[in-house]
């Protein structure tokens, strides 16, 4: 399955252990990148809100890149994936798509309307199905208990992201349990990890990301996995200062999707990248069979 792979800022920045997480995965899997290097940001929602034109005119080109290749778009983001879909929701109007297009015509590229954008957990479930990733799992996530956090783009607004599927806000239980780990039922798992207001009302974005936390952990969940690296950095990234904020302990280990799927296929922490982590999920991670130590994972 070929398809345009659209890593986003974050897996190249703040968390380039997702992007090798990825790179460790797709193969097996069936999945074959070609990605989109001179691809640009998508805003990630600010620049819509500053300056919509530029917002579309940048995801447009994008979009215009991967429909000259006839590929699909996958993404590893979750705010990449809301923020695309959103777009090109806008760009089926066709006198918007001619004012984005008039900008794009000096590169020579057209957008006609016909990409697909689509998350790697959506891809997993539907395009490669969860039968043939089960098949490919080496060490199984038994006994580890983990905690789907979807945060917001992949769950809302459902005309966007479930319109063909009603059942795409339980894909990461249904991966969790494939993996052969428990899925951890709690009420956060779909809420926001507070990252939107963090440098706007920092007080209350903390408190937000620690009671999404608190919350995994009070129904016994080992760790977290989120397909939002954003996500990511927040839960991970603010954890210390989010547990002071709430004045309590959490020291839940956040894991990317593509991350947990490693584990299960036999990679190593260190081949993920978890030395990366802030929370570092090495004696978790021991608990089934992981020489975390050697592993270079905290």
């Not at 659209?6 to 790179?23: D, I, N």
């Not at 990890?193 to 129904?219: S, V």
Request: net charge neutral; proline share 7%.
């Amino acid at each position: 399955m070929k398809v345009a792979f659209y890593p986003g800022c974050v897996a190249k920045g703040g968390a380039p252990e997702l992007y090798q997480s990825v790179k460790r995965i797709v193969e097996p899997l069936g999945i074959t990148p070609t990605e989109l290097f001179d691809a640009a940001c998508t805003g990630a929602g600010v620049l819509t809100e500053r300056n919509p034109l530029l917002a579309d005119t940048l995801n447009g080109r994008t979009f215009a890149m991967a429909e000259r290749q006839g590929l699909p778009i996958m993404t590893i983001c979750s705010t990449c994936t809301g923020t695309m879909l959103a777009c090109n929701a806008r760009l089926q109007d066709p006198e918007r798509r001619g004012q984005v297009n008039a900008l794009l015509a000096p590169e020579k590229l057209e957008y006609r309307g016909t990409t697909e954008i689509k998350h790697l957990l959506w891809m997993l479930v539907e395009d490669v199905g969860l039968q043939r990733v089960a098949a490919l799992v080496k060490r199984p996530l038994t006994g580890l208990r983990v905690a789907p956090f979807y945060g917001c783009y992949l769950v809302r607004p459902s005309a966007l992201v479930d319109d063909s599927r009603r059942d795409r806000d339980t894909y990461l239980e249904q991966l969790i349990a494939a993996l052969g780990g428990e899925p951890v039922e709690y009420d956060s798992a779909r809420k926001c990890c507070g990252f939107p207001i963090i440098t706007m009302n920092r007080e209350n974005g903390l408190r937000m990301t620690g009671r999404n936390i608190a919350d995994a952990k009070e129904h016994g969940a080992d760790v977290m996995v989120t397909p939002c690296p954003l996500c990511h950095l927040n839960l991970d990234g603010q954890q210390q200062e989010a547990a002071r904020a709430l004045g309590v302990p959490l020291g839940v280990p956040i894991l990317h999707l593509p991350q947990l799927i490693g584990l299960a296929f036999g990679h190593t922490p260190a081949e993920l990248g978890m030395g990366h982590h802030l929370v570092g999920p090495g004696s978790t991670l021991h608990r089934y069979g992981q020489p975390a130590e050697a592993a270079g994972a905290r």
